[in-house]
T-cell receptor, first 112, second 116 residues
Framework: GAVVSQHPSWVICKSGTSVKIECRSL??????MFWYRQFPKQSLMLMAT?????????EQGVEKDKFLINHASLTLSTLTVTSAHPEDSSFYIC????????FGPGTRLTVT | AQSVTQLGSHVSVSEGALVLLRCNYS??????LFWYVQYPNQGLQLLLK??????LVKGINGFEAEFKKSETSFHLTKPSAHMSDAAEYFC??????????????FGKGITLSVRP
């Protein structure tokens, strides 16, 4: 139990386009989901906290207009990277809470 | 605010040798402490966690960690390394609020290599 999925697992997009990443809790309901960003050989940096039915809380330095987060249901949160640029290329990981945090497998985003 | 320090970026051990990965934390409130493992291009898997109670915590795959408040440490150990233990290991702390909805602060991670 307590499985979190992410879709897509990897995506390549052109600079200036937007890309949406989905995070789903498959067998539990999660009132809170977290979005992290991980650069190669580096740690996870929390981007935002997503609560179902309310606006996401962004960490300092994260552009809320660039990284749009929607938590429309207790099992789904989405992260949309708007007007993506090469510097947005990264590994994005979500987690969903159910007594503890369960992490998704991550999404590799490459912006060309 | 919380912070985690993982000294060094890479540890290499021989198969069958002791694994010791160090983690020190800083927290203004009683911490919850975690160790996660990450395999290439995958998410994080929880190895073990300390919340309250017994300071020696046993986790999956033969790993354990001991919470030492006086040393603000939570070092991860395994008596005998296996080739499959080669991965990236992250120490993390949460707080100041307890519970699953607490934000995690991660250390920078340590790469464990296991030599045949």
């Amino acid at each position: 139990g307590a499985v979190v999925s992410q879709h897509p697992s990897w995506v390549i997009c052109k600079s200036g386009t937007s890309v949406k990443i989905e995070c789903r809790s498959l067998d539990f309901q999660a009132t809170t989901m977290f979005w992290y960003r991980q650069f190669p050989k580096q740690s996870l940096m929390l981007m935002a906290t997503s609560n179902e039915g309310s606006k996401a809380t962004y960490e300092q330095g994260v552009e809320k207009d660039k990284f749009l987060i929607n938590h429309a249901s207790l099992t789904l949160s989405t992260l949309t990277v708007t007007s993506a640029h090469p510097e947005d290329s990264s590994f994005y990981i979500c987690s969903a809470t159910h007594y503890e945090q369960y992490f998704g497998p991550g999404t590799r985003l490459t912006v060309t | 605010a919380q912070s985690v320090t993982q000294l060094g970026s890479h540890v290499s051990v021989s198969e069958g040798a002791l694994v010791l990965l160090r983690c020190n934390y800083s927290s203004s409130v009683p911490p919850y402490l975690f160790w996660y493992v990450q395999y290439p291009n995958q998410g994080l898997q929880l190895l073990l966690k300390y919340t309250t109670g017994a300071t020696l915590v046993k986790g999956i795959n033969g790993f354990e960690a001991e919470f030492k408040k006086s040393e603000t440490s939570f070092h991860l150990t395994k008596p005998s390394a296996h080739m499959s233990d080669a991965a990236e290991y992250f120490c993390a702390v949460s707080g100041p609020y307890t519970g699953a909805n607490s934000k995690l602060t991660f250390g920078k991670g340590i790469t464990l290599s296991v030599r045949p």
